[in-house]
């Protein structure tokens, strides 16, 4: 669900940028408060998990679409939602700047459809109230199932309004609704599947985390070497290995986009603000689309059976790894950022 730069007015592009940029100012002076060295480097290898499990796109049965995952609901359970927005605002920023998915001028609009809407709506309205404190299996199954629908539900309606409100007549509001919001009503629920079965492996190995991250609590002396291993590793074998496993479906935005205007892409201005900000991520964008090649999207192809093994290709591997190690850093430079100003404080 990564929009283009194509989707937006610049007017509607700033505006979101600006509301982004004010919910990150809010989230950081927060964050100063449970920020500790404990959390600082969880903040790192869940980055680096969620960078590389969104390479991964699944296929939706029977649609000729894909979905990948969010990431905003389990990062908010384990985080808190303030160092979560903060978490995931790292991971889009590298996409955008490194590898050109998602363009600058969205980046805005991103964070907030994949950041803001998860993780304080979606995870203090619905997981929170059903999880609670008495946590169990069950609970944290459908807490995470119902909240990571909403969340998605929400941020394929920004998406809606967000390129309505710019004046993209291709898309026009109840046709693209239509579209997107059934399919993200599919990759919702995966997405709910997902993050039941990553927050229930922390529940196990280290409940306190959900604890403290609930109340906005320090983890203080907490041991988090199992914890802090196993994302490690997942990220690794991920992004390095099993990206090659995504499907080479659409994914749900240029699914909806197709149905609606026949067109999984649209054509951003030639000129102005959209040609300014297409030159520089260029110039950014050393692996673009994951990838050794350039960063013109190629045609997508129709996947008629999915792939009977693993097929591992360099440039995706590369991509994964690469990004996976820039999120890790960009996601603790930020945290040990605000632990050291807190120390000066």
Same mark, same amino acid.
Request: charged fraction near 10%; charge should be negative.
């Given at each position: 669900?990564?929009?283009?730069?194509? #989707?937006?007015?610049?007017?509607?592009?700033?505006?979101? /940028?600006?509301?982004?940029?004010?919910?990150?100012?809010?989230? @950081?002076?927060?964050?100063?408060?449970?920020?500790?060295?404990?959390?600082?480097?969880?903040?790192?290898?869940?980055?680096?998990?969620?960078?590389?499990?969104?390479?991964?796109?699944?296929?939706?049965? %029977?649609?000729?679409?894909?979905?990948?995952? =969010?990431?905003?609901?389990?990062?908010?359970?384990?985080?808190?939602?303030?160092? %979560?927005? #903060?978490?995931? %605002?790292?991971?889009?920023?590298?996409?955008?700047?490194?590898?050109?998915?998602?363009?600058?001028?969205?980046?805005?609009?991103?964070?907030?459809?994949? =950041?803001?809407?998860?993780?304080?709506?979606?995870?203090?309205?619905?997981?929170?109230?059903? %999880?609670?404190?008495?946590?169990?299996?069950?609970?944290?199954? !459908?807490? @995470?199932?119902?909240?990571?629908?909403?969340?998605?539900?929400?941020?394929?309606?920004?998406?809606?309004?967000?390129?309505?409100?710019?004046?993209?007549?291709?898309? +026009?509001?109840?046709?693209?609704?239509?579209?997107?919001?059934?399919?993200?009503?599919?990759?919702?629920?995966?997405?709910?599947?997902?993050?039941?079965? !990553? !927050?229930?492996?922390? /529940?196990? @190995?280290? +409940?306190?985390?959900?604890?403290?991250?609930?109340?906005?609590?320090?983890?203080?002396?907490?041991?988090?070497?199992?914890?802090?291993? =196993?994302?490690?590793?997942?990220?690794?074998?991920?992004?390095?290995?099993?990206? =090659?496993?995504?499907?080479?479906?659409?994914?749900?935005?240029? /699914?909806?986009?197709?149905?609606?205007?026949?067109?999984?892409?649209?054509?951003?201005?030639?000129?102005?603000?959209?040609?300014? #900000?297409?030159?520089?991520?260029?110039?950014?964008?050393?692996?673009?689309?994951?990838?050794?090649?350039?960063?013109?999207?190629? +045609?997508?192809?129709?996947e008629t059976t999915p792939p009977s093994w693993l097929t591992v290709d360099k440039g995706t591997t590369v991509s994964g790894l690469v990004g996976g190690g820039l999120t890790l850093i960009l996601a603790i430079a930020i945290g040990f950022l605000f632990?050291?100003?807190?120390?000066?404080?």
């Amino acid at each position: 669900m990564h929009m283009a730069d194509a #989707l937006l007015s610049p007017a509607v592009g700033g505006t979101l /940028w600006a509301a982004t940029a004010g919910t990150i100012a809010f989230c @950081a002076k927060k964050v100063q408060r449970d920020l500790d060295d404990r959390k600082v480097p969880l903040m790192g290898v869940l980055g680096a998990f969620i960078f590389a499990a969104q390479m991964i796109n699944f296929t939706i049965p %029977a649609t000729g679409s894909s979905g990948h995952l =969010g990431g905003g609901m389990i990062l908010a359970i384990l985080l808190g939602p303030h160092a %979560a927005l #903060l978490t995931i %605002a790292s991971v889009l920023t590298v996409q955008s700047l490194f590898f050109a998915d998602g363009g600058l001028l969205a980046l805005g609009c991103n964070i907030f459809n994949l =950041g803001v809407f998860p993780c304080f709506i979606a995870y203090p309205l619905i997981y929170k109230p059903i %999880a609670g404190d008495r946590k169990s299996p069950m609970r944290i199954a !459908v807490g @995470a199932t119902l909240a990571g629908i909403v969340g998605l539900q929400l941020g394929a309606l920004g998406v809606v309004f967000e390129t309505v409100l710019s004046g993209i007549s291709e898309l +026009p509001l109840h046709a693209f609704l239509a579209a997107m919001l059934p399919i993200h009503l599919a990759i919702g629920l995966v997405e709910g599947l997902v993050t039941t079965a !990553v !927050v229930s492996f922390v /529940w196990k @190995a280290r +409940p306190e985390i959900l604890e403290f991250s609930a109340t906005l609590r320090p983890l203080g002396n907490l041991s988090l070497t199992k914890v802090l291993t =196993g994302f490690a590793l997942a990220a690794a074998i991920t992004g390095g290995v099993l990206s =090659g496993l995504a499907s080479s479906f659409p994914d749900g935005l240029e /699914w909806a986009m197709a149905k609606t205007s026949g067109q999984e892409e649209l054509e951003a201005p030639e000129n102005g603000i959209h040609h300014l #900000l297409a030159d520089l991520q260029a110039k950014t964008a050393f692996l673009p689309d994951y990838s050794f090649g350039t960063n013109e999207h190629e +045609p997508a192809t129709q996947e008629t059976t999915p792939p009977s093994w693993l097929t591992v290709d360099k440039g995706t591997t590369v991509s994964g790894l690469v990004g996976g190690g820039l999120t890790l850093i960009l996601a603790i430079a930020i945290g040990f950022l605000f632990r050291n100003r807190r120390q000066i404080m």
